[in-house]
């Protein structure tokens, strides 16, 4: 998607061929750098970091990361010490291990001295997928904003939460990749964006992307979701999701549970857009068995921001020595989605569907 009007991807490699740049995402929408990533340490670092963040670019540096580490040592025991630092860099998004998966096994049957190259290209090929997977998104979510737009005649308006733009992905999005598709065809829509405390995602990165894009959109509060539900003013929810079981739970930013609560008692239809690198086939019941992230209690008392004289500052809300706690994601029961909106078409929120869709 576009930045100051130039297309851009979240991830690419450097022209030498020994590295890998990414957007750094901590410092946007106040400024727009990129970083140079060359070893396994500094991909490790900027996963745990939030330089990239969204369960498919977590997968892709993760993919990227490991080649970096081949490039340095690619023996049996370098390999599965590199895979582990990277698994363990974030825990709640399946992406991560799908995507290390996919590279071990490309290279584990190849003799070290061709593991690095093979690794470098595996992970190419996984962010070109990535970036077909997020298009057939949009086109399956195309039609559930069509459907809308035919039924009212008027702008949709969809409510989001987080980051689920193209800067969790390669390119695209899996949120708004319907959303992007349904605006560049001339369809009206117009985005309620939820400001995702407490790192912001919505507000620093969502609206950023939408307005770069011009998409039309307006950035609420957490709290206002359902106050313009019970309104009338959101005709859609999708969201995106960091893992989802064989029975349809979907773990996702804090906060998207609340939303989907809102979401049920005011009949407004809420989805999940997803990927099926996504999908955890090997758990069933989201609450018990997805790990989710506890982060810096500093994430909630802090907020950084951008000062007149346009530095960045980081600057305490509460109390000093407040005790805050930072659960970083929550799960969704499947009951409370109304469907999945998948790069193989869209299906209801339960394990026969799923298992259907995807030939399980
Ligand atoms: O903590 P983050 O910013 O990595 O969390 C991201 C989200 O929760 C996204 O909504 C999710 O990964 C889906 S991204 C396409």
Redesign the pocket.
């Known amino acids: 998607m576009k930045v100051e009007g130039r297309a851009y991807r979240t991830i690419w490699t450097t022209e030498d061929g020994r590295a890998i740049e990414v957007i750094d995402q901590t410092v946007l929408p106040h400024r727009f750098s990129t970083r140079r990533i060359d070893n396994l340490d500094a991909a490790v670092d900027a996963i745990k970091t ?1 330089v990239v ?6 997968g892709a540096t993760a993919a990227y990361g490991l080649a970096l580490a081949l490039d340095a040592g690619a023996d049996d025991a370098s390999l599965e010490r590199a895979y582990r630092r990277l698994l363990e860099s ?1 825990p709640t ?1 399946v992406n991560l291990r799908y995507a290390l998966d996919e590279v071990r096994a490309r290279v584990s049957p190849l003799p070290p001295k061709q593991r690095a190259r093979a690794a470098w290209a595996r992970a190419a090929e996984l962010c070109e997928e990535d970036v077909t997977l997020s298009r057939r998104i949009g086109e399956a979510g195309l039609e559930l904003i069509e459907a809308v737009h035919r039924r009212t005649g008027r702008a949709v308006n969809i409510l989001t ?5 193209w800067l ?2 390669v390119d695209w ?3 708004t990749a319907p959303i992007y598709m349904a605006h560049d065809r001339g369809l009206p829509v117009h985005v309620f964006v939820d400001e995702t405390r407490p ?1 912001n ?1 919505g507000a620093s990165l969502t609206a950023f992307e939408l307005g770069q894009h011009g998409v039309p959109h307006t950035l609420v509060a957490d709290n206002a979701g359902g106050h313009l539900m019970q309104h009338g003013k959101i005709d859609l929810c999708i ?4 893992r989802i079981t064989a029975r349809g739970d979907a773990a ?2 804090i906060g ?1 549970y609340l939303k989907a609560l809102a979401a049920r008692a005011n009949k407004v239809p809420f989805y999940v ?2 990927p099926y690198t ?1 999908i955890d086939w090997t758990i069933e019941d989201g609450l018990k068995e997805i790990e989710i ?1 506890e982060r810096d209690p500093r994430e909630v008392t802090h907020i950084l921001g951008r000062l007149d004289d346009g530095g960045l500052a980081r600057v305490l809300l509460s109390p000093p020595g407040t005790p805050a706690a930072n659960p ?2 929550d799960v969704t029961p499947a009951e409370l989605i109304d469907g999945f909106i998948t790069d193989r078409g869209v299906c209801a929120a339960n394990k026969a569907a799923l298992a259907k869709l995807f030939n399980r």
């Open positions: 939030m963040r969204g369960a498919p670019l977590i974030r998004a939460h987080c980051n689920a733009g969790a992905t999005g899996t949120a790192r995602q969201v995106g999701a960091d996702n930013k998207t857009a997803a996504t992230e970083a994601f």
